[in-house]
C-alpha cells in the first residue's frame, strides 16, 4: 500500500517525522535525512535539515524518480528536469543542471550527482574527482567555472 517503514538512529528525527500514510512509490536514504516519492511525483523529505535537505526541495509534482546523498537529494521531473538540493558547499546542489539535455536517470554518491541524458551522455557535478568518472563525462559546472 506504499507505507514507509523506518528503523535505525533518530538523532535528527529520521524515524520520527517519517511519513505514517501509504501511497509512496520509492524511498531513498542519505546520512541524516530521507526522501520519499509519493503517488503523483510529489516528493516528501524527514530527518535532518542541517543543510537545507528539507527546506530547499521541490513543493510541485510530476517527479518520476529521487535519488539521496550525504546532505542532499535529486529528483527527476515528468518532463526530463533534474532538481538538486541540500548541500551548498560541496556544489553538489543549487546550481542550475545543465537544461540542454532531457535527463532518464539520476543517482546520488556521497558528495556527487549522476544522470543520464537521452542521447547517451553522463552529466556529472557536486565534487567529484575528474580521475574516476568516465572519460567522455560531462561535467555541470565544467571544472574551470568551479570556486573553492
Same mark, same amino acid.
Given at each position: ?58 513543493? %510541485? /509534482?510530476? *517527479?518520476? =524518480?529521487? $535519488?539521496? #546523498? ?5 529528483? @527527476?521531473?515528468? &518532463? !526530463? +528536469? ?17 537544461? %540542454? /539535455?532531457? *535527463?532518464? =536517470?539520476? $543517482?546520488? #554518491? ?5 544522470? @543520464?541524458?537521452? &542521447? !547517451? +551522455? ?27
Amino acid at each position: 500500500d506504499g507505507r514507509v517503514v523506518t528503523w535505525g538512529g533518530n538523532e535528527s528525527h529520521q524515524r520520527a517525522d517519517a511519513p505514517t500514510d501509504g501511497g509512496h512509490l520509492a524511498v531513498a536514504c542519505g546520512s541524516l535525512h530521507s526522501v520519499a516519492l509519493r503517488t503523483g511525483g510529489r516528493v516528501v523529505i524527514w530527518g535532518d535539515n542541517g543543510q537545507n535537505q528539507r527546506t530547499r526541495a521541490p513543493t %510541485d /509534482a510530476g *517527479y518520476v =524518480a529521487i $535519488a539521496a #546523498g550525504f546532505c542532499h537529494s535529486c529528483a @527527476l521531473h515528468a &518532463d !526530463g +528536469r533534474v532538481v538538486s538540493w541540500g548541500t551548498a558547499f560541496l556544489a553538489v546542489s543549487n546550481y542550475a543542471v545543465k537544461t %540542454d /539535455a532531457v *535527463y532518464l =536517470a539520476i $543517482a546520488c #554518491g556521497g558528495a556527487n550527482n549522476i544522470a @543520464l541524458c537521452d &542521447d !547517451g +551522455r553522463i552529466v556529472t557535478w557536486g565534487a567529484c574527482d575528474p580521475n574516476e568518472t568516465p572519460t567522455d563525462a560531462v561535467f555541470w559546472p565544467p571544472h574551470d567555472e568551479r570556486t573553492t
